[in-house]
């Protein structure tokens, strides 16, 4: 089940058209903050960018990708996917633990057969909210974890 995610997650990632929404604005920010060496101000147009006013967490990871695997969209996309990977991992995980095998079972396929979740704005595009979803699933499991439920 865990090998179905990951070739969800990654399967001909780096193929599909950059989207014209988030996806390159977020790419343009980060190849530019490569570019300027600045890592605090997002830019575009290397303008510093009042669209975009989340933390600079997701540049961070994708210009970490495109040192990787060069400016492209595998570069673009691979925490991503990565980030919702181990969101599903951690989720099945956690309920496979607390509630039993057929609920960690349970958990994982609700987690991979959300469509939105997959192709738009987490997997398979290279904007913030896979990495954002990524510190929310850890974040929720650590309290539920300290809260003993």
């Not at 990495?131 to 499991?141: D, K």
Request: with cysteine; proline share 3%; aromatic share 16%.
């Amino acid at each position: 089940m865990i090998g179905l995610s990951i070739f969800l997650g990654f399967w001909k990632i780096g193929t599909d058209q950059i989207n014209n929404y988030d996806e390159a604005r977020h790419g343009v920010s980060a190849y530019e903050m490569t570019k300027t060496g600045d890592p605090l101000v997002t830019t575009f147009l290397y303008e510093p960018d009042y669209y975009n006013l989340k933390p600079p967490l997701s540049e961070y990871v994708i210009a970490l990708g495109y040192r990787l695997f060069g400016n492209n969209a595998l570069g673009l996309r691979f925490f991503s996917a990565l980030a919702w990977v181990f969101s599903a991992i951690i989720t099945s995980v956690y309920s496979w633990v607390k509630k039993g095998k057929w609920a960690g079972i349970a958990s994982l396929l609700t987690y991979l057969a959300s469509y939105n979740l997959l192709l738009y704005h987490c997997a398979r595009t290279g904007d913030a909210d896979g990495m954002y979803l990524l510190c929310s699933t850890i974040a929720v499991v650590s309290l539920l974890l300290f809260l003993d439920l």
